[in-house]
């Protein structure tokens, strides 16, 4: 059996596609081994349940690029009116449709290495952010639109709250158990949401019922010369990894390709930076984002400056978020939970202050850098009028009654202190 630890030398590097041509059919035994080894606590030799040495490089690394190709030939084929590829023709790209759906069921979040992603847009982004953020509060609350359930423009601190998951907690053995407070405080973090992709302008493009979930966007006054360019191409880049990986997703699951990213179509994807300004907040064990799930399809990770996201398998174990250079950490929301019945559910977090978080602190603000802790996050989303409830195969799942997307995610906020509508 292959285990994780022979795998994590081929972490981001461009030989990825052929080492995992090598595996196919192996994907399942590593992944079960590496739950294995999470549950049981056994030595791993990359650190054991409950040490900060357990951490995201050790799942395999989902190569897109090999996906990609196959993508690729699939538009050609269309454009030149023959059939569509089976993806048995492309057997690095089918590996990659595996892997995706095994470790979205065992783990709720995947690794991704995809070309088109690059540490200088990540930096540009995290560096504009850095800079919006340490504005005063006063410019900032001009961002503010409580009235559209703070879903385009700022999130001041102390305004979203996590929901309880205390009982939830409190059945956890003391190693996984997350920091957040029980009951949870309100979250300590600033957001910034910026929409990326095309808005609906139909009632079946989701604009009917859910205008306040497609509002216009919010342009900071200091930054409007550079605003859009930074955050699009950044925000592009982050959906358009998170489409591959709907579309390899779905086969994975057995399903045709374009299950999950025709219900993407017109989403409200959100580019959703946080910022914690640790100058203030950077003391050991403080909770920047209370443990929770996000309430979307897919959450995209870049890199951040600042270490202290931890996420949760599905088999409980806590486990520290490293995003290796030029990749990208994925995470199942709860509109992918929803759609699959189940099958995949939706990964807890949370964002801590640790000792990493610190020494980064004193490495960072010593040579002049900003104090302000800056998450490179995107939200993709279905379409807020879609038909919320598991497809094909997954449709005998119980407790996932049919919902509107965007009555979902109204729920969703409401029950997380953004949004005060009846
Ligand atoms: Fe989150």
Redesign the pocket.
Known sequence: MLGFSSQRHFACSNSLSAVLGGLFGAATAAAAAYLYQSRNGASTGFGTKGSDSLDTTHLPVIDLDAYRKYLQACVKARESGSSTPSIDSFPDAKVQCQNIAKCFHLYGCLVVKDSRVNEADNNAFLDMMEKYFEQDDAQKQKDVRPEVHYQVGATPERVEQARNHCAKIADMPPTDRPITPCPPEKDVKWRFFRRIGPRPTSAAEGAAGFGDLNALDVIPEKFSGVWADVCDTWGNKLLQAARDVSCAAAQGFGLPQNTFVDKMEYGPHLLAPTGTDLKKWGKKNQAM?NY???LNFI?VHGKSRFPGLYVWLRDGTKTRVVVPDGCLLMQAGKQLEYITGGHVLAGF?EVVVTERTLDAYKKRVGKGNSHWRISSTLFSHLRSSVDLEPVAHFNTAKNYPKIKVGDQVKNELKAINLSQSK
Do not use: G, I, P, R
Request: glycine share 0%; charged share 15%; no cysteine.
């Open positions: 984002a929770h799930y996000d959450t977090h």
